[in-house]
């Protein structure tokens, strides 16, 4: 042993008094270092990640329909139909031809399609959005073969420093393979999507390669690329991409026939630990997630979480905020129990908590056609599912507002998707008939109540 230390010192010292030049360039000492490439890689993977192309109508004019408009600035009467076109890339996870890629991509989209690697381009079908994650699943349509997929990765063995390849067709060029390495992981502050825990790489990324692959070493898919944080527009060294496990979960919901994504549900709200908060719980540091509320009936309820538990790690794995938890909950497989721990007064206490779906029955979701300041909006009951989709605290009283199109009355006069309509003209609304009649009598002033975010607002509006 001191031979060898003698050695490695004498080694290190002979290193550090040569000439610099000497250091920074090294001659390869034979052909196969020469060769060294990712291409074997890229050549297996490849094939698997497809092009994306989505189409929609672009919103018409109405003035177009008036002849005298046309008359006056001299239009055509036949006018084509504008299409609004947008690309991206996507990922072969089912040899029958079912395609994972961003909700982004299609969002809205009347026609989608997906060309493969070889050129071939196929129509495709929409079977699942999931605006939660940002993901979407794709089926070819009319295909009888079988196609090349790529097998997903352990995104939780993922390490910083990884070297990880991104492909995706960036800018509509074509498809094209860049590398980099994993420079983060739990990317919890982006604002992205509900869940927020993103894997962060330096590979280059731009707008088209959403939806792409990000694969390790092996050629499995670590992640779909799905952001980028840039000043330019163009690639700055600072991509996002959706873990595996969290699209291993949208895909097996999709492959199970459903076109919702199937998760556990807690029933209870967290928020984080502030600096004043870790202070008073005598924390060395703000970590963790506090329980600030408790659905009856739910599974933390059942399991015996209270109001001001601190949740400090689930099955082993440590949480740092809610967004962690959240995300680690929700790739949990249902069925079973989750170990959650926490600390309550100090005390580490061990809760099992039930992977279950909320239940989701009553929403009688129906869209206000009367003229009134809600014409257009869609409009449902709170159920503990509803609830737990729009961040909700499922003890609130009213209907809420889950769709709302552009060109809607609703979304003219100020409404938003997720707000609450508690009262109406002094009237509690209780379910969605109580405010579809109150629309359909009218009124020549509305005084409304609404909760958005959790806070009370009371509007008036003219009839």
Not at 63 to 73: A, G, N, S
Not at 253 to 275: D, I
Not at 447 to 453: A, L, Q, S
């Amino acid at each position: 042993m001191i031979v060898v230390r003698a050695f490695i010192a004498l080694f290190v010292s002979s290193l550090l008094a040569a000439p610099a030049v000497a250091q920074d360039r090294l001659v390869p000492q034979s052909p196969t270092q020469l060769r060294l490439s990712y291409a074997p890689i890229v050549q297996r993977v490849q094939p698997a990640v497809v092009n994306v192309y989505a189409a929609k109508a672009a919103p018409r004019n109405p003035m177009l329909d008036d002849p005298m408009f046309r008359r006056f600035f001299g239009v055509p009467g036949n006018q084509p139909e504008q299409m609004q076109r947008s690309l991206g890339s996507g990922v072969m996870v089912d040899a029958s031809g079912l395609v994972v890629t961003n909700n982004h991509v299609i969002e809205g989209a009347d026609q989608v399609k997906v060309s493969l690697s070889d050129k071939r381009e196929f129509e495709a079908e929409i079977v699942l959005k999931d605006s939660r994650t940002d993901l979407a699943i794709l089926r070819l349509k009319d295909v009888k073969e079988k196609f090349t997929t790529l097998d997903f990765a352990n995104s939780d063995d993922a390490l910083v420093g990884d070297v990880v390849i991104a492909i995706g067709n960036p800018f509509g060029v074509g498809q094209t393979v860049t590398h980099g390495i994993i420079s983060a992981l739990a990317r919890t502050q982006v604002g992205i999507t509900d869940y927020q825990f993103f894997i962060q790489t330096d590979a280059a990324i731009n707008p088209g390669n959403s939806g792409g692959a990000l694969v390790d070493m092996t050629g499995k898919l670590v992640g779909v690329n799905t952001a980028i944080f840039s000043r330019s527009g163009g690639s700055q060294g600072i991509g996002f991409a959706i873990p595996a496990n969290m699209v291993r979960v949208v895909v097996a919901s999709a492959k199970g026939g459903g076109n919702a994504v199937k998760r556990p549900w807690l029933g209870a709200r967290l928020q984080a630990v502030t600096p004043e908060i870790a202070e008073t719980l005598g924390l060395k540091r703000p970590a963790g997630a506090l329980v600030a509320n408790v659905t009856a009936g739910s599974p933390s309820a059942k399991a015996g979480l209270k109001l001001s538990d601190l949740i400090v790690s689930i099955d082993g794995q440590v949480i740092d905020d809610p967004n962690a938890f959240d995300y680690r909950f929700a790739t949990r497989p249902l069925g079973g129990t989750a170990q959650v721990e926490v600390l309550r007064g100090g005390k580490p206490v061990k809760l099992a908590v039930a992977l279950e779906t909320a239940p989701d029955t009553g929403r009688d979701e129906i869209v206000i056609k009367a003229r009134s300041p809600f014409q257009g909006a869609k409009i449902a009951n709170i159920s503990p599912a509803l609830a737990d989709e729009l961040k909700l605290d499922s003890s609130i009283e009213g209907v809420v507002v889950t769709d709302l199109p552009d060109n809607a009355i609703a979304a003219n006069v100020g409404f938003k998707k997720g707000d609450v309509i508690a009262a109406v003209n002094g009237q509690k609304i209780g379910r969605t008939a109580d405010l579809d009649k109150l629309a359909t009598e009218g009124s020549r002033l509305w005084r409304i109540t609404v909760i958005r975010g959790g806070q009370q607002l009371s509007v008036v509006l003219g009839g």
